[in-house]
């Protein structure tokens, strides 16, 4: 399993950033998919996930209205599109999938929301 995150950077408040992440090594559309994010000294916490077929998804209260979670299961893709950025969502973003019990992690990509 390989996951490998992109599109991250530095962004002002109020500002957009599209985050991917690109599977392989699994079958990708047969598993739901997951964002974390673990901002400087606190834990990594889930802000959002998506079904196998992209049918369902769900957010954390805290990016509810302003993260969309997407995947394109031809590209073995998934993305984040986040808006209206505000400087509590700094923090390194991961990807996620968990296979037989088995938590599959990628390297991160930094998002920095600062004027």
């Known amino acids: 399993v390989q996951l490998v995150e992109s599109g991250g950077g530095l962004v002002q408040p109020g500002g957009s950033l599209r985050l991917s992440c690109a599977a392989s090594?699994?079958?990708?559309?047969?598993?739901?998919m997951r964002w974390y994010r673990q901002a400087p000294g606190k834990e990594r916490e889930l802000a959002a996930g998506?079904?196998?077929?992209?049918?369902?998804?769900n957010y954390a209260d805290s990016v509810k209205g302003r993260f969309t979670i997407s995947r394109d299961n031809a590209k073995n893709t998934v993305f984040l599109q986040m808006n209206s950025l505000k400087p509590e969502d700094t923090a390194v973003y991961y990807c996620n999938v968990r296979r037989s019990n088995m938590d599959y992690w990628g390297k991160g990509t930094l998002v920095t929301v600062s004027s």
């Open positions: 090594g699994f079958t990708f559309r047969s598993y739901g």
């Open positions: 998506i079904s196998s077929s992209g049918g369902i998804t």
